[in-house]
């Protein structure tokens, strides 16, 4: 598969991201607040924007990434890493899930335990998403020998 053509759930999910999900906020400070005081200071009066952007990251970032991060791992040259890839992915997209609902919770009741339970899940994500990007773009700027029958 064209490697640029693996980018393109992600271009897709991140338009979607930017159009509907108000991209200038800052949602990584909001995701790593911990607790209801300094979520709520991040917030500060838009709400409603956070949490479009928590719904538009759950329907059309999260699928996006994690489509183009299996897709690029078909074009891995091994087959564990293939495999590693599509876990780390798979994996991440569900901490990114469950980050989003609590964080969507804690927009609602205002409870500590919610925001600290978003932080527990977006440190996850994030520590699952390192690798898998690495092993993305390892995919995404491999070298691949063409078969002289296609061309």
């Given at each position: 598969?064209s490697r640029?053509?693996c980018?393109?759930p992600?271009?897709v999910g991140?338009?979607?991201?930017a159009l509907?999900g108000?991209p200038t906020l800052?949602i ?13 200071e991040?917030?500060g009066e838009r709400?409603?924007?956070f949490r479009?952007a928590?719904w ?8 996006g ?7 690029l ?9 293939a495999a590693?890839l599509?876990v780390?992915?798979?994996a991440a997209?569900g901490c ?8 969507l919770t ?7 335990a919610?925001?600290a339970?978003g932080?527990?899940w977006?440190l996850?994500k994030?520590?699952l998403?390192?690798?898998a990007?690495?092993?993305?773009l ?5 070298r691949?020998?063409r ?5």
């Amino acid at each position: 598969m064209s490697r640029w053509l693996c980018c393109l759930p992600l271009l897709v999910g991140g338009l979607v991201y930017a159009l509907v999900g108000h991209p200038t906020l800052p949602i990584v400070a909001f995701e790593l607040a911990g607790d209801a005081a300094t979520a709520a200071e991040v917030v500060g009066e838009r709400t409603g924007d956070f949490r479009a952007a928590l719904w538009s990251d759950w329907l059309a970032f999260i699928p996006g990434y994690l489509v183009t991060l299996c897709l690029l791992a078909t074009r891995l040259p091994r087959r564990w890493a293939a495999a590693l890839l599509v876990v780390l992915a798979v994996a991440a997209a569900g901490c990114d899930a469950m980050e989003n609902r609590h964080l969507l919770t804690g927009l609602d009741d205002g409870a500590d335990a919610s925001f600290a339970a978003g932080r527990a899940w977006a440190l996850a994500k994030f520590a699952l998403l390192a690798p898998a990007l690495a092993l993305g773009l390892w995919g995404l700027f491999r070298r691949t020998e063409r078969d002289p029958s296609t061309s």
